[in-house]
């Protein structure tokens, strides 16, 4: 007999429930922008209203520029609004694996400036962030030595972390570390912008970019400085980047509510390939597997895939322990770099892009919105110290 939770024992919900819609948008009401139409000005237009992008704006307004920001979809539609809301510190690399691959100096900085933003970030936007810290949960002896290593570099360098044995596994737990609405953040922030001032526009595709404009379908923005803030795709709109930026699908599903699991902290297991976190309302969000299925998610396609998902989906059964339906099941197109830091250059006279996360941009992104609003505008930036190699 098929087991309550199989697929061919509830043929009442489809493959896809609620297609390609991420769980956030649940009793989350929408902050809508007007598509632009005809020509505008400003001092610069950011193009790409999620994390980064709207980080970005706020810092431009503080120095005092006239902003427009545009977005091809909606405000956090993409990357940034479609994760799986985790804050953590650090670069994608484990802390033990920056100090290899970037110096101990530099990444010593790095961390400390990621967990400054953690605390910028759920200050400014408490409603949506919960203080949880976060779980490293290893999959294999491999990666239990791994988390070792992690641990004495996390501790030499007086970073907190501890030792973690629990329900999730063996591994680390990070108590800086926290949980988020992602597009709950993105939408408290435009909203915020808007009423400082920023003109936003939402369906507003940017299509071709030059020194002091920026063409759309509906109409022409002329300003002084372009900053493309697009992390997905970032290589389609900006050729020029295809050689150090790779575009990839990374897939998600969730649940309707399960008492039958509580998890306190987000997890990261399994090198990270698989994430998950327990919402307060009991839903479980969930995203991976995109490792077993590598050369097809290398892709500009950011759709669901029925494979993938099945993937998860297994993952949730028999890892995480959740036997309620799926309820949602999505994907997002993010970037990834050819190194262990983000991209921030200027490939074209006028025009600044930052962009390759490679999976963890929620807090670096941030960061990187702010250091090329300073770059941009002053030529310089109190954040660039640690981030010099990004533009040689």
Same mark, same amino acid.
Do not use: M, N, P
């Given at each position: 007999m098929d087991s309550p939770t199989s697929r061919t024992d509830r043929p009442e919900l489809p493959p896809y429930p609620t297609p390609n819609s991420p769980a956030w948008t649940e009793r989350l009401a929408a902050e809508s922008f007007l598509a632009l139409g005809g020509e505008a000005q400003a001092d610069v237009c950011v193009v790409g209203l999620g994390g980064s992008g709207l980080s970005c704006i706020r810092e431009l307004l503080g120095l005092g520029q006239k902003v427009i920001g545009v977005d091809a979809g909606i405000v956090g539609g993409g990357a940034a609004g479609r994760n799986g809301g985790f804050l953590l &510190?650090?670069? &994608? !690399?484990?802390?033990?694996? &920056?100090? !290899?691959? *970037?110096g101990h100096s530099r990444a010593r900085d790095i961390y400390q400036l990621t967990l400054d933003e953690i605390g910028r970030i759920a200050t400014e936007t408490a409603a949506c962030v919960r203080r949880t810290g976060s779980l490293r949960i290893a999959a294999s002896d491999a990666e239990e030595r791994d988390c070792d290593l992690e641990f004495e570099a996390m501790l030499a360098d007086g970073f907190p972390v #501890? /030792? $973690?044995e629990g329900q999730e596994g063996t591994g680390l737990y990070f108590p800086s570390d926290a949980a988020f609405n992602p597009l709950e953040r993105c939408r408290i922030l435009a909203h915020r912008l808007a009423q400082e001032g920023a003109s936003l526009h939402e369906h507003t595709r940017a299509i071709s970019l030059s020194d002091g404009e920026v063409n759309t379908a509906n109409g022409r923005i002329r300003c /002084?400085?372009?900053? =493309? &803030?697009v992390d997905g795709k970032l290589e389609v709109l900006l050729p020029e980047l295809a050689g150090r930026i790779r575009t990839a699908r990374l897939q998600m599903l969730s649940t309707g509510p399960a008492p039958e699991v509580d998890y306190r902290y987000p997890v990261y297991r399994? +090198?990270?390939y698989d $994430? +998950? %976190?327990q919402l307060p309302d009991g839903r479980v969000v969930l995203g991976g597997c995109r490792d077993m299925f590598e050369t097809s998610e290398w892709t500009l396609d950011s759709e669901p895939t029925e494979e993938v %998902?099945?993937?998860? #989906?297994? =993952? *949730? /059964?028999?890892v995480v322990g959740v036997q309620q339906p799926v309820t949602r099941r999505w994907a997002a197109s993010v970037a990834y770099s050819d190194g262990i830091l983000p991209v921030m250059e200027q490939p074209r006279p006028? =025009? +600044?892009a930052i962009g390759g996360y490679n999976g963890t941009g929620n807090v670096i992104g941030a960061i990187y919105g702010r250091m090329v609003a300073q770059m941009a505008v002053t030529g310089t930036s109190e954040l660039r110290a640690a981030f010099t190699e990004l533009s040689e």
């Open positions: &510190a650090g670069t &994608a !690399a484990f802390h033990h694996k &920056a100090i !290899a691959g *970037l #501890e /030792r $973690y /002084r400085k372009i900053i =493309v &803030a399994r +090198w990270g $994430y +998950w %976190q %998902q099945d993937c998860i #989906e297994s =993952v *949730l /059964r028999t006028g =025009v +600044w």
